[in-house]
């Protein structure tokens, strides 16, 4: 069975940064790539990040470039958005989505909070 899990939401300052991960299991066939995604209340959901496989190019939303990093740590089946200079605009739930021949799927979220 596939399974996406995110974990590493939490409560941060402005300024602050954060780690998500998402661990992947149950996928037999070909993912070409795993994105990042938040929403928030009343807003539909954005796309924030993709890594491409198995090249590993990246790309990012305009207003993530300079702050967030997406990656993968292939041993331990798990994608990362290491998130800097966090602003109270940041404050969503964030998903993560592998995108594969047989279609997309995607995780629970975890809840990102940026706050003073």
């Known amino acids: 069975q596939v399974q996406l899990v995110e974990s590493g939401g939490g409560l941060v300052q402005p300024g602050g940064s954060l780690r998500l991960s998402c661990a992947v299991s149950?996928?037999?066939?070909?993912?070409?790539?795993m994105s990042w995604y938040r929403q928030a209340p009343g807003k539909e959901r954005e796309w924030v990040a993709t890594l491409t496989t198995p090249g590993g190019s990246t790309n990012y939303a305009d207003s993530m470039k300079g702050r967030f990093t997406i990656s993968r740590d292939n041993r331990k089946y798990t994608l990362y958005l290491q998130m800097n200079s966090l602003k109270p605009e940041d404050t969503a739930v964030y998903y993560c989505?592998?995108?594969?021949?047989?279609?997309?799927?995607w995780g629970r979220g975890t809840q990102v909070t940026v706050s003073s």
């Open positions: 149950g996928f037999t066939f070909n993912v070409y790539a």
């Open positions: 989505k592998a995108a594969s021949q047989r279609g997309d799927y």
